[in-house]
């Protein structure tokens, strides 16, 4: 079930794309996020041309793109429907008690695109980025956070261990499940309350297990000297080259165009 | 602390450690010794193996050499430095590498070359030395070729070399392996042991090996039985092997072929009294004249 989700996936090809700083793509996804919601109508069509020439060079298959798209269509359907029939205004069809104004429409309309854009934009940074990378990248991007005290190396050294260890408790409970099922416990039939009970005996092992692995990694940690982020240093440093000075400002020029776009007609 | 000529790279000096439990009030409820006054050395480039059947202490021995236990009386020293005392902890961990049971419990990176770079980067070493480091050691350990891949795309046996390869990028002067083949099939087991005995024959790096499976404790220099926390026998693996009668009383097996070697010699087939340790050894004791003797029959052929 979780395997048809690309959001989160590393797609492996060599790219342009890939090459980039994970700064540079995790401000980009920001400021593309940002645009959607202040840019509109035109704007939205600076977004798609900017969306599409991004996919194109970082040589992911659309395809692969849209196919993620499937885990999130409905929740999407969710959200255009309330919009369609809750939204008050100005009727366009009415029958039995529903009826359909036309802000409904413009709104769900708005809606679709934008979450649309939304996910295929974010998917996108994570398809050309490793996890890894990705936690390097926010680890240096929060480093100014450490000011008020958020201990920023130690968040991102946790998401990166729970990044290494999502597969291994995966498996862990698909063994935990088949010896349960070998014993005669049922996870498919009955409601969803019935369901989410025979969950029970499958969550107490994994839970159990979690922690001894957990207490088994931070004494490995211990015996290879980690001591927190002080006195670090990196086997993969971080440096900007000029491709990522040329991709900040691509960015920001579409930011500004998608703006002026936005305002331009209306 | 020195003996002869040489400082002893491990040495334990009336080693006690207690396990506390406690009830859930937190009173001591009762106290388990589990190292019970053991006084040990190991020489800097020896093979030292630990055995002993489960709860004989042995691997609470083996995390104080590493400071992850610290005594509760007496005292651990490595490389001359007193291990309860705070400011030597990072050179020791550093000089003591650990490997540890469980391969998927101990690497940290999602990429094997970064997590073999993790110990160097603890350690503040700057980036170009880490490169050479994780090159030098991936190459020992013989997982060069899968240096990009994800840990969790290998088998147990080239887990096990990545985490050995992890604490060597540290450049130790001693790896303790707390029975890193206690997980693993018998041809993961053979991957890891062989590695390690590399180390100890090429790179002179002191190992002391935890272990239950007495095919592996032969290729030791020295062997330690440990029962109920202490040291029961010590001695090269042919002394040890030779008392058969001493090791089963404490529950723990002799290599196959040294069984049947003991066995042989009790019904009188075998005359001479030295220790079989390998199937080659056997057939010279048994003194009959086989057609074909196979090369590949060795010391090898358990592990």
Known sequence: MLRNITLGQYYPVDSIIHRLDPRVKLVATLLFIISLFVGRYTGYIVATLFLLTVIKLSKVPLRFIVRGMKAIVFIMLFAVVFNLFLTPGEVAVSFWVLSITWEGIRLAAMLAIRLILLLMGSSVMTLTTTPGNLTDGLEKLMRPLRVIRIPVHEVAMMMSIALRFIPILMEETDKIMKAQIARGADFESGNLIKKAKSLVPLLVPLFISAFRRANDLAMAMEARCYQGGEHRTKMKPLIYRWQDGVAYLLVLAYFAACIVAGRLLF | ?303
């Not at chain 2, 002191?206 to 020295?222: C, G, K, N, P, S």
Request: aromatic share 4%.
């Open chain 2, 1 to 303: 602390m020195a003996m002869g000529c040489v400082v002893d790279i491990i040495k334990t000096k009336d080693l006690v450690y207690e396990y506390i439990r406690r009830d859930e009030e937190g009173n001591v409820e009762g106290i388990t010794r589990a190292v019970d006054e053991v006084d040990v050395a190991v020489r800097p480039g020896e093979f030292i193996a630990i055995v002993g059947h489960n709860g004989s202490g042995k691997s609470t021995l083996a995390k104080h050499i590493n400071a992850i236990c610290y005594p509760t009386e007496g005292s651990v020293f490595v490389d001359g430095k007193d291990t309860a005392d705070e400011k030597h902890l990072w050179e020791i961990r550093r000089m003591a590498g650990m490997v540890f049971q469980n391969p998927d419990n101990q690497i940290i990176g999602q990429v094997v070359e970064e997590d073999v770079g993790f110990g160097p980067e603890n350690m503040g070493i700057p980036t170009a030395q880490i490169w050479e480091r994780v090159d030098e050691s991936l190459s020992a350990v013989g997982m060069t070729a899968h240096r990009k891949k994800s840990p969790n795309r290998l088998s147990g046996g080239q887990k096990q070399r990545v985490s050995i390869a992890g604490v060597l990028a540290m450049r130790p002067k001693c790896i303790i392996l707390d029975e890193p083949t206690a997980m693993l099939d018998p041809s993961g087991r053979k991957e890891v042991i062989r590695a390690v005995r590399a180390l100890n024959d090429v790179e002179k790096i002191t190992i002391v090996l935890i272990t239950h499976y007495m095919d592996e404790a032969i290729f030791a220099d020295r062997i330690f039985v440990m029962d109920k926390g202490r040291i029961a026998m010590t001695g090269t693996p042919r002394q040890i092997f030779h008392r058969v009668e001493e090791l089963k009383q404490l529950r723990l097996d002799v290599p196959y072929v040294t069984l049947l070697a003991h066995k042989l010699r009790k019904s009188g087939v075998i005359k001479s009294d030295t220790t079989v340790l390998s199937i080659e050894e056997l057939l010279d004791s048994l003194d009959i004249a086989l057609p074909v003797k196979h090369e590949s029959v060795g010391k090898s052929v358990n592990c």
